[in-house]
Each structure stands twice: as C-alpha cells, then as structure tokens.
C-alpha cells in the first residue's frame, strides 16, 4: 500500500517556476517508480515525468521536457516536480502516481491545481 500527498500548486503567470511535492508513504520503496501526471479541463489525464526510486533514473514527456524536472530525497520520503518557465498550456490538475516496475500505475494522490496566467 503506496499513499501520496502532493502540495505546492498554485496560480502563477507564465515564464515564472513552482516546486510540487508529494509525500509517499510505504512500508518499502525498492522497485517503485515514482510519476507525475496531469488533467486539464476537458482533456484525459497525461503523463508528464517518472523516476525510479531506487536508480533515479528519469524520463518525461516531450512537451516538458526542458522545461521540468522530476526528482526524489530519499531521506524524506518526497518526490518533486520542478517546473521553470511555466505556459499557459501547464495549467492542469497534476497528480502524484507509484507504480511497481512493469507495471500499471496503481496508487494516485488527490491532485494539486496549477493555474498558469498569462
């Protein structure tokens, strides 16, 4: 059993950064991956960045990449996304996700708004 809390959203204008954070909680972090996703308003929910937890090895979608970065700190438990220079096109509902390796993204958080202005 994975829980997440994700935190940091906000509404900024474009061209400006936000950290997200998202507390996991687990019994054991080995062979997780750790992802970041987003729903826009009337659009499915998209991935946007993963992490092994355990390599810390990265990827990301094309339209952030550049752009976002997505780490963890191990020590506390947390998992970032850091996103510079922000567009109109971010604003989303972005959701904390962990999976185990190979397979389906299984536990989610409760979301966090970014509201990108411009």
């Known amino acids: 059993q994975v829980q997440l809390v994700e935190s940091g959203g906000g509404l900024v204008q474009a061209g400006d950064s936000l950290r997200l954070s998202c507390a996991v909680s687990?019994?054991?972090?080995?062979?997780?991956?750790m992802g970041w996703f987003r729903q826009a308003p009337g659009k499915e929910r998209e991935f946007v960045a993963v992490?092994?937890?355990?390599?810390?090895?990265?990827f990301y979608a094309a339209s952030v990449k550049g752009r976002f970065t997505i780490s963890r700190d191990t020590v506390k438990n947390l998992v970032y996304l850091q996103m510079n220079n922000l567009k109109r096109e971010d604003t989303a509902v972005y959701y904390c996700?962990?999976?185990?390796?190979?397979?389906?993204?299984?536990?989610w958080g409760q979301g966090t708004q970014v509201t990108v202005s411009s």
């Open positions: 996700a962990a999976k185990l390796a190979s397979t389906d993204w299984r536990y």
């Open positions: 687990t019994r054991t972090f080995s062979g997780y991956d």
């Open positions: 992490i092994s937890w355990s390599r810390g090895t990265s």
